[in-house]
């Protein structure tokens, strides 16, 4: 699982209406994903798509929950 899903869902659990996203543009391949080398995975091209195609119905999903606003650009927002 997605550390953001599971951080979503408890806050749905925990009653939470709104959520601001920052930070979660998507996954790109022959970029740096991270801000910390260490923390980089290498994933080719379809892998990424297939996260970011996950993320995307995943958040989807989410939104249908709980209100999420988007503070900065992403790949998962479908108003981008």
């Given at each position: 699982?997605?550390?953001?899903?599971?951080?979503?869902?408890?806050l749905y659990k925990l009653g939470v209406d709104t959520v601001y996203l920052a930070g979660m543009d998507g996954y790109k391949a022959d970029t740096n994903n991270y801000y910390q080398e260490r923390l980089k995975f290498n994933q080719d091209c379809e892998a990424m798509e297939r996260m970011n195609s996950m993320l995307t119905d995943k958040i989807l999903e989410m939104s249908k929950k709980i209100n999420l606003i988007f503070v900065t650009p992403s790949l998962y927002n479908n108003n981008d």
């Open positions: 699982d997605n550390a953001s899903i599971m951080a979503l869902n408890l």
